[in-house]
């Protein structure tokens, strides 16, 4: 299978965490206390469900290594990461993955192009609004935004600019089939939902099969509009959590996660 991994796959795909802890030690008669750092796992989340989802993650990185799933990110998904913490290689589920990089339905910098990197990096959410981050409409959402907006004559203007914008075929096919992006911003209630939205776009213009994802918003969303009466969008790329995903390949039962939960792990033991 062909799947696109969103940003909570890769966050959450951390399973362990620094820890310091006291070693006494006696020396020449005398007692001394030293700190010794290294790792322990992290605590489990409050939803069992949702951890079980996460835990399932390391059979899917064993998937992807065995090349039983090829996995994909992108340049929205790739700036989410970088909003996060650096990385910790240790006990990563995704851990020696190989990720390629599938193409964004539209690039957001042939409309939205700024100098401050930190609005460019932004999702320009509520977060953003109470953290005090200056928006200048060069974020996710303010894109999004703007797509979801564009009415018939807006796109063929567009597209009859299309070499002076240097859109590709690739981008000029996406325009002419937006209705698909705007159809489910309508029907999700809030920009907030937006790039979630993209994300599942783009996976369905790179002909992916699945978008994986730790969070039910957009998978509910996907529902309703599969329940509706009138079928008015076909939706092909599903929107899996982990265990789901595995049923697909017909895997029951996930690894165990590698990991000791009431263990202190010395970096020397670090895999």
């Known amino acids: 299978m062909r799947v696109l991994l969103d940003n909570g796959i890769f966050i959450h795909s951390e399973f362990a965490e620094e820890y310091v802890k006291g070693a006494t030690v006696n020396w020449g008669g005398a007692t001394q206390t030293n700190e010794v750092h290294g790792l322990v796992r992290k605590p489990p989340h409050e939803n069992v469900e949702y951890q079980a989802q996460k835990e399932a993650l390391f059979t899917v990185g064993r998937l992807?290594?065995?090349?039983?799933?090829?996995?994909?990110?992108?340049?929205?998904?790739?700036?989410?990461?970088?909003?996060?913490?650096?990385?910790?290689?240790?006990?990563?589920a995704l851990q020696d993955c190989h990720i390629r990089s599938c193409t964004p339905a539209i690039r957001r910098s042939i409309f939205s192009q700024s100098i401050y990197l930190d609005d460019v990096f932004a999702k320009g959410g509520k977060e953003d609004i109470k953290k005090g981050t200056e928006l200048r409409g060069a974020n996710q959402i303010a894109f999004f935004e703007r797509l979801s907006s564009w009415k018939i004559p807006e796109i063929d203007l567009l597209i009859s600019h299309a070499p002076r914008l240097h859109l590709t075929q690739f981008e000029i096919d996406s325009l002419r089939g937006i209705e698909y992006f705007q159809f489910l911003c309508r029907r999700s209630g809030s920009p907030e939902n937006y790039p979630d939205?993209?994300?599942?776009?783009?996976?369905?213009?790179n002909e992916l099969d699945a978008l994986l994802t730790l969070d039910g918003k957009l998978q509910r969303l996907v529902s309703r509009v599969k329940n509706e009466k009138k079928k008015t969008l076909k939706i092909r790329t599903e929107v899996l959590k982990p265990i789901e995903l595995l049923l697909r390949l017909g895997i029951n039962k996930p690894d165990p996660v590698p990991l000791d939960a009431a263990r202190f792990y010395h970096w020397h033991e670090v895999t």
Do not use: V
């Open 64 to 92: 992807i290594r065995e090349g039983k799933i090829e996995a994909f990110d992108y340049w929205e998904i790739q700036c989410e990461k970088l909003r996060g913490t650096p990385s910790n290689p240790a006990w990563n």
């Open 197 to 205: 939205i993209f994300h599942l776009w783009t996976a369905e213009r």
